[in-house]
């Protein structure tokens, strides 16, 4: 893109006056034609405690980039909470908001020739929405995370999001009361900020951190804490910088910088959520991504953060331990980080880790040092079988039990399985499977943090598995698998699953199977009928017309013709 693409289109000649006139009563004065004008997409919304404290980092940065030479001009976009949304129909909106986002971007910068964007976001979708339009745009650009919430308090334990739901299952099992659950519900989520636990919202910010697209530490910092307001100004600055330097996202989002993503979200035991928004990402890039790239990242990769939710700490703990750049310091010691790889500020990754120590502090166990980490290897594993022959998803930590072979219990919905686990109608060593919930045969691949988390509540978190071709909250863990691809919608095996099956599912082999010989799934696939779509008009039904494959990231402008 040429340099003030923007600020060029306003100055040239006297056919640009009604341009000027436009501009001039939003506050342009005559010195500011020539400045880069930079558009900050802001995620701002009081539906969702994760961007409820967006606006005032958004005119936070908007002072920033006009003291720096800039010209900020604001711009609104849109959020679903998918905390508020979950286990409701709602749900099906979450992941479709991401691409609602991206091309509410695209469409501003593109049709206002913006010379560069800040993005300022909260919620999970908020992030891979925004990158992806980065991704497209290909003009100067940075992502400042809204920030996280503090943890909740009861009882002298800390508390999120995810307590609220697993209080739910503890409450149908009969292990708590009513004064208890109420209790839960109203300390869990005390104030502004996404999620607390290493959630998908922070996970992605971490990410985003990590590929060189946000500022270093930004993405464990406090959404109430003035760190974080301070950090969304030094944000715009260097957005400036970047327009003036011309940095692209082009330069910045590189196979490396996925390879550097990726390895620090096994490092800090990261959502399963962030192999599809990185798919997607690299998708709108045009860098080349597979499921089999998390498979061999993670083999070399230790899971050194303690964290939720199947660890104690949160997200500002991590922050106060040394955030992620000790994290990746880390890494790249032991030669598991592309140094090399630029970031938005003009700057390497090694030149921005150069005065971080190369082993956490020792008074704090956060951070493991290298030699005792977590896990000896990464957390997201690739399963893959008759069931899943394009891939599957899954959290391979935290699980006691490795493997399980049993009776398959078919839902038609996450409605229908959430009633079955709230009446006791499921028992040690079966195995749920969820289907018709995925892109297209949702549509919108809702997250199943509802029944997940009545199973752990219920205590079978470590007999009973899960699959589905839907995805799984950043919260969930226990033994569960999602993205389940080619989904049941399209005919995948896991639309051909009789109830009483016998089904495996094997952390250790990365192994998804139905024992069902080719011959009878042959039978069963010839008299299989696709169903119904189920919205014909609306988002929903020009999603299910476009979306892509979850193993190609769920994208929906993928071979448009």
Request: aromatic residues 4%; hydrophobic residues 40%; contains cysteine.
């Amino acid at each position: 893109m040429p340099e003030n693409r923007r600020s060029q289109v306003v100055t040239q000649g006297v056919q640009r006056t009604p341009n000027r006139a436009m501009l001039r009563a939003v506050g342009f004065q005559d010195s500011d034609f020539i400045k880069p004008i930079i558009g900050i997409a802001n995620g701002y919304s009081t539906i969702t405690p994760c961007n409820m404290g967006i606006n005032d980092l958004a005119l936070r940065a908007e002072a920033g980039a006009r003291a720096a030479g800039g010209m900020p001009q604001l711009f609104g976009t849109i959020t679903i909470s998918d905390g508020i949304s979950m286990g409701t129909e709602g749900m099906k909106y979450s992941l479709v908001s991401r691409d609602v986002i991206a091309d509410s971007i695209e469409t501003v910068c593109n049709g206002q020739s913006l010379d560069g964007v800040l993005a300022i976001g909260g919620c999970d979708k908020n992030m891979p929405g925004a990158m992806i339009a980065m991704a497209r745009l290909n003009i100067p650009a940075i992502f400042v995370y809204g920030g996280t919430i503090k943890p909740g308090h009861l009882d002298g334990k800390d508390l999120t999001v995810v307590s609220a739901f697993e209080a739910v299952g503890e409450y149908s099992a009969g292990k708590i009361g009513d004064e208890q659950l109420m209790a839960v519900e109203k300390h869990a989520c005390p104030g502004a900020g996404s999620c607390g636990g290493m959630y998908t919202a922070n996970t992605m910010s971490s990410a985003f951190e990590a590929m060189g697209m946000s500022l270093m530490y930004s993405s464990t910092m406090a959404a109430e804490d003035a760190e974080k307001a301070e950090s969304a100004e030094k944000s715009a600055h260097a957005l400036v910088n970047a327009i003036r330097q011309q940095i692209l996202p082009s330069q910045v989002l590189t196979r490396q910088a996925f390879e550097n993503a990726i390895s620090v979200i096994m490092a800090v035991g990261g959502s399963t959520n962030s192999v599809l928004h990185l798919l997607a990402i690299a998708s709108t890039m045009g860098v080349p991504l597979t499921l089999d790239d998390f498979e061999t990242i993670r083999a070399r990769v230790p899971v050194l953060c303690d964290l939720k939710p199947s660890g104690r700490y949160v997200a500002t703990d991590l922050h106060r331990a040394g955030g992620i750049p000790q994290v990746m310091k880390m890494l790249l010691v032991k030669g598991l980080l592309h140094g090399d790889a630029l970031t938005i500020t003009g700057q390497t990754i090694a030149e921005l880790l150069q005065d971080i120590p190369d082993e956490p502090a020792a008074d704090q166990d956060v951070i493991r040092p290298w030699d005792k980490p977590m896990y000896t290897a990464g957390h997201l594993g690739i399963l893959k079988g008759n069931l899943a022959t394009e891939g599957a998803v899954a959290k391979l930590t935290g699980i006691k039990k490795r493997k399980i072979t049993g009776p398959a219990r078919v839902f038609e919905s996450e409605e229908d399985c959430l009633a079955a686990i709230l009446a006791g109608k499921i028992q040690a060593g079966n195995v749920i499977v969820v289907r018709y919930e995925g892109p297209r045969g949702g549509p919108g691949m809702r997250e199943m943090l509802a029944p997940t988390s009545a199973i752990i509540g219920a205590g079978l978190g470590d007999s009973v598995g899960l699959i589905t071709d839907g995805r799984f909250s950043g919260g969930t863990y226990g033994m569960v698998v999602g993205h389940v691809a080619p989904e049941a919608y399209v005919g995948g095996t896991i639309a051909l699953v009789q109830e009483g099956d016998t089904i495996t599912i094997d952390a250790d082999a990365r192994l998804l199977q139905v024992h069902v010989s080719d011959e009878e799934l042959a039978q069963r696939r010839a008299q299989w009928q696709p169903p119904a779509p189920r919205y014909t008009r609306g988002v929903l039904a020009k999603y299910a017309k476009l979306v892509s494959s979850s193993s190609l990231g769920a994208v929906t402008d993928l071979n448009l013709f």
